[in-house]
């Protein structure tokens, strides 16, 4: 049975991202990935699906193991990530870590990170932006990728938010390390994002896409 995230769907460049993770992974083994802020799966399933194994962190219980949200419809039953693992058959794929990735970062490497607006939550100001990029790339193997995407201040709410910089603090980082070997780091145009849960209206934000290549230990 296939299941479904209340977060929508994945992009299609998702897709071609997991392709290019088959490709870079040694032949005959599973690609390992780790998702950091998972939510309810919108990026896990799709990865679990296609044989990786999948390691996936959110402090969010609810979206986790499931209880109510809201979306524009009111409080909506969120089924959570586990359930739709096991629905799915699953299980043997999935680990799913209730926790914060700063103070339970993973403790083996894997052949791709991933994370997606999880580093700019307002939970995570007690940290500096370097220090929590530092930490997820420190979860990727040497050749292994890392594909984050991150918010620019364009919305009221992220401009002056240490943690949401603009667009040249992240080609800074990563051109500065010559750990990192950078495959791509788009600025988008703000787009507007169609209602879903946790932000019940249609709204604009701004997007940057990044992946490196981890070139040594
Ligand atoms: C923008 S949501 C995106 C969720 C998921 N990437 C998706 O699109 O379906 C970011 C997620 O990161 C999680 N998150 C934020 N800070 C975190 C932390 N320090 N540790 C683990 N999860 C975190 C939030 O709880 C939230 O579920």
Redesign the pocket.
């Known amino acids: 049975m296939k299941t479904s995230?209340l977060?929508g769907t994945p992009q299609s460049r998702y897709y071609r991202l997991l392709q290019r993770i088959e490709e870079n992974t040694p032949a005959g083994q599973p690609p390992t990935m780790a998702v950091?802020?998972?939510?309810?799966g919108?990026?896990v399933l799709p990865a679990a699906r296609r044989g990786f194994k999948v390691w996936a962190?959110?402090?969010?219980e609810v979206?986790l193991f499931g209880g109510y949200k809201k979306d524009l419809t009111g409080e909506v039953l969120m089924p959570g990530l586990a359930s739709r693992v096991k629905a799915e058959g699953l299980e043997d794929l999935v680990e799913v870590v209730h926790?914060?990735?700063?103070a339970a970062p993973p403790q083996q490497k894997f052949d791709a990170v991933f994370t997606?607006?999880?580093l700019q939550?307002s939970?995570?100001l007690e940290h500096s932006l370097e220090q929590m990029v530092t930490e997820v790339g420190a979860c990727v193997k040497p050749g292994g990728l890392l594909y984050i995407d991150y918010m620019l201040p364009y919305e009221e709410k992220y401009q002056g938010r240490a943690i949401c910089p603009e667009a040249p603090w992240w080609k800074e980082y990563f051109t500065s390390r010559p750990v990192w070997e950078v495959k791509h780091n788009r600025v988008m145009p703000p787009t507007l994002d169609k209602a879903h849960v946790e932000y019940p209206v249609d709204h604009y934000h701004q997007w940057g896409h990044l992946l490196a290549r981890r070139t040594a230990a």
């Open positions: 995230s977060w950091i802020g998972c939510a309810d919108k990026y962190i959110d402090i969010d979206a926790g914060d990735f700063m997606s607006g999880a939550y939970n995570n």
